[in-house]
């Protein structure tokens, strides 16, 4: 296994437009590589840059039907009528909608692939993420589901143990039905409280199917104004506990940054220096439980310049094995590109926002509506994997 590790990224990426003035304008990720590349993450000897593979109708269908895919297809020249979850204010309609999402999903099983033949240990794909779509249905800016379409071309090459965590704001939902009823993938999803955010699913409640697949779906719904230090307290009160009783053989995580608290889609409070402790524990948890097997995706994440190309070159830099100081200056040549994009944002002066990382580790006698939420996540999921809920050493 090399110890080596890739970044996949093709400038073709940015023609995931959605049509112009939509939350997840591209620009985001190449504000993210342009301010990656200005800190040196990107230099040669440390990751390797990687052209992904477009993906095909094989690769595709593993997790959509051929049906949604032509819809997909004909989607421009229909963009009214197509139906599928297109053609809304969400998942508008855009000339090219198709190769872009397949583009992205390729990329996804190209970094799996350098994972799988051993020419990466880990691999990212911030370009990747897209974990709401469902098999017959666009939804949350999201077209073909490339985490899902990734995960089960690794259960293709025999893998029999797959861990999915999903950081983003929003519920993993696509995920979580893709493998509902497979007992070889466990989906963990850390999000805010379906009560208050889209898709108003993942309560700690839906477990996996009962028959086919108990305890296979791991879900901590946090309330709102969850910060720094009770995301983390949270996070590692439960996560690490069923992902190392599963023992998978590979991680994959959803690294989506809308928790953070200048987001203008949800309502936690993460700043990015709690995003970057949360890539640091996922890192680290891969080591851990599956030889440091890491493939780590996108997501969400809509604060286009203070927020996204922070958090996602804070993860190159830790899977890379070279984390940033947080106190790191931006240039000010990353600024100009800023403004030559025409946004009108402050830009931020340096990788950290003084946010405070520390926590105290979870016990089951204090009372906060972060540890109300932990107790029910564990009592849940934890005694289906043979753990104590009441126990924090598990």
């Known amino acids: 296994m090399s110890d080596g590790v890739s970044v996949v990224w093709d400038d073709a990426y940015l023609g995931y437009t959605w049509g112009g003035d939509h939350p997840m304008h591209p620009v985001r990720l190449d504000l993210t590589m342009r301010l990656a590349d200005t800190l040196g993450v990107l230099a040669g000897d440390r990751v390797d840059v990687v052209r992904p593979e477009s993906a095909g109708e094989d690769l595709l269908t593993l997790v959509h039907d051929a049906e949604y895919l032509d819809a997909v297809r004909r989607a421009p020249s229909d963009p009214t009528g197509v139906g599928h979850g297109l053609g809304g204010a969400d998942n508008p309609v855009f000339d090219g909608i198709y190769e872009s999402a397949a583009l992205i999903a390729g990329g996804s099983v190209t970094a799996a692939?350098?994972?799988?033949?051993?020419?990466?240990?880990?691999?990212?794909?911030?370009?990747?993420?897209?974990?709401?779509?469902m098999r017959e249905f666009a939804s949350g800016f999201c077209v073909f589901n490339d985490a899902a379409i990734a995960i089960a071309w690794l259960l293709g090459q025999g893998y029999e143990r797959i861990a999915y965590v999903d950081l983003d704001v929003h519920h993993g939902d696509g995920v979580q039905a893709a493998f509902w009823s497979d007992p070889r993938v466990l989906t963990v999803s850390v999000h805010q409280t379906p009560l208050t955010l889209f898709p108003g699913t993942g309560y700690p409640e839906e477990t996996g199917d009962p028959d086919k697949a108990p305890g296979t779906a791991v879900n901590l719904a946090l309330p709102n104004g969850t910060d720094d230090s009770g995301w983390l307290r949270a996070f590692h009160a439960v996560v690490p506990g069923v992902v190392k009783a599963f023992a998978p053989q590979i991680l994959v995580t959803q690294c989506g940054c809308d928790t953070h608290h200048e987001d203008p889609l949800a309502d936690l409070g993460l700043t990015v220096d709690g995003q970057r402790a949360s890539y640091a524990a996922v890192h680290q948890l891969a080591h851990e439980v599956c030889d440091g097997k890491w493939l780590a995706l996108g997501g969400g994440g809509y604060g286009l310049v203070r927020c996204v190309p922070r958090a996602w070159t804070h993860l190159i830099a830790e899977a890379s094995g070279h984390p940033l100081a947080p106190g790191t200056a931006i240039p000010d040549s990353w600024a100009r590109d800023v403004l030559s994009k025409g946004l009108r944002i402050e830009p931020p002066g340096s990788m950290t926002e003084g946010g405070w990382t520390g926590f105290t580790r979870w016990d089951p006698f204090t009372e906060s509506r972060v540890d109300r939420a932990v107790t029910r996540a564990r009592t849940a999921a934890y005694p289906l994997f043979g753990l104590d809920p009441d126990d924090p050493r598990d």
């Open 113 to 133: 692939k350098l994972i799988h033949e051993g020419r990466a240990q880990h691999a990212v794909n911030i370009a990747g993420g897209m974990h709401h779509a």
